[in-house]
T-cell receptor
Framework: DVKVTQSSRYLVKRTGEKVFLECVQD?????MFWYRQDPGLGLRLIYF???????EKGDIPEGYSVSREKKERFSLILESASTNQTSMYLC?????????????FGPGTRLTVT | GQQLNQSPQSMFIQEGEDVSMNCTSS?????WLWYKQDPGEGPVLLIA?????ELTSNGRLTAQFGITRKDSFLNISASIPSDVGIYFC?????????????FGKGTKLSVKP
């Protein structure tokens, strides 16, 4: 079974803090994704990575950056947290080059910025 | 970004009833996926569809890839309380970015015992 883990289930940060959200997958997947989920808005793609050291902006990258130094780990960084970044953050991974597009999600990190 | 039209937004049903929900798109898709999300958890993949007309079951769940390639349906038979959650459809457009999916906003299912 694919396992995607996220470093924290719940996180409370103050406005202006730098925040790191970590995601690790154990299935040697090339593609990794960061989404945020808000009521009424569904899942929105923040950033994705095709492979190590590769990254692409998604639909809402403003205020975020990412890092992919190792294949199994994809980090989301909030450079200066703001209250409008309070949300549920979901990481996902996918095996590339297979013609299969199934993404496997982690349990999520609920971030509150006060 | 583009999103799928998923309906209904919510359902409140009696235990034992059957459930139907669907997703539609203005674009042709080559993949449809259905996920379930329990409160406070990440989405879990239920069914994956890759061919137009394909009908696939997973226990009491059955999903279909619409013939027009612009829609998909999920049915749950004889619902039970643990079916409660949010069901999401997701799809990949022909010519879409590598690996990227488009998501519906979800159908929230509540089951009364």
């Amino acid at each position: 079974d694919v396992k995607v883990t996220q470093s924290s289930r719940y996180l409370v940060k103050r406005t202006g803090e730098k925040v790191f959200l970590e995601c690790v997958q154990d299935m040697d997947h090339e593609n990794m994704f960061w989404y945020r989920q808000d009521p009424g808005l569904g899942l929105r793609l923040i950033y994705f990575s095709y492979d190590v050291k590769m990254k692409e902006k998604g639909d809402i990258p403003e205020g975020y950056s990412v890092s992919r130094e190792k294949k199994e780990r994809f980090s989301l960084i909030l450079e200066s947290a703001s209250t409008n970044q309070t949300s549920m953050y979901l990481c996902a991974s996918r095996k590339a080059g297979t013609g299969v597009y199934e993404q496997y999600f982690g349990p999520g990190t609920r971030l509150t910025v006060t | 970004g583009q999103q799928l039209n998923q309906s209904p937004q919510s359902m409140f049903i009696q235990e034992g009833e059957d459930v139907s929900m669907n997703c539609t798109s203005s674009s042709i898709f080559n993949t449809w996926l259905w996920y379930k999300q329990d409160p406070g958890e990440g989405p879990v993949l239920l069914i994956a569809l890759y061919k137009a007309g394909e009908l696939t079951s997973n226990g009491r769940l059955t999903a279909q890839f619409g013939i027009t390639r612009k829609d998909s349906f999920l049915n749950i038979s004889a619902s039970i309380p643990s079916d409660v959650g949010i069901y999401f459809c997701a799809g990949r457009r022909y010519g879409g970015s590598q690996g990227n999916l488009i998501f519906g906003k979800g159908t929230k299912l509540s089951v009364k015992p």
